[in-house]
């Protein structure tokens, strides 16, 4: 069983940052994936970066890529989203979630968390 909570959402300027972190409980190496996604009001929710739960594999979505970046802690089993450079665009709330492939479709993936919200302001 696999159980995912995010935290490190707030509200920043245009420019700012944030270290988003999802603390996962239960055997996470079950999961082959573990995913970032986004969803803004009136949006699909969509991926933002992916790892391989061996982490050596990922992926980052073409708006975020140079800004954002993914790792995996094994140890504290935490996975960690770090945002720099953030835009307005951005702001959404982000959801961990994590699955048996490795794929940017939400449907994909079996385990999600409560989500944590990202404002970025002008």
């Known amino acids: 069983q696999v159980r995912l909570v995010e935290s490190g959402g707030g509200s920043v300027q245009t420019g700012g940052s944030l270290r988003l972190s999802c603390v996962c409980s239960?055997?996470?190496?079950?999961?082959?994936?573990m995913g970032w996604f986004q969803q803004a009001p009136g949006k699909e929710r969509k991926a933002v970066a992916l790892?391989?739960?061996?982490?050596?594999?990922?992926h980052i979505e073409n708006s975020v890529a140079g800004r954002f970046t993914v790792s995996l802690d094994s140890a504290s089993a935490t996975f960690l989203l770090q945002m720099t450079h953030l835009k307005p665009e951005d702001s959404a709330m982000y959801f961990c979630?994590?699955?048996?492939?490795?794929?940017?479709?939400?449907?994909?993936?079996?385990?999600w968390g409560p989500g944590t919200q990202v404002t970025v302001s002008s």
């Open positions: 790892i391989s739960t061996g982490g050596m594999h990922t």
């Open positions: 979630e994590a699955g048996r492939r490795f794929s940017i479709r939400p449907e994909d993936f079996n385990y």
């Open positions: 239960g055997y996470i190496y079950s999961s082959y994936c």
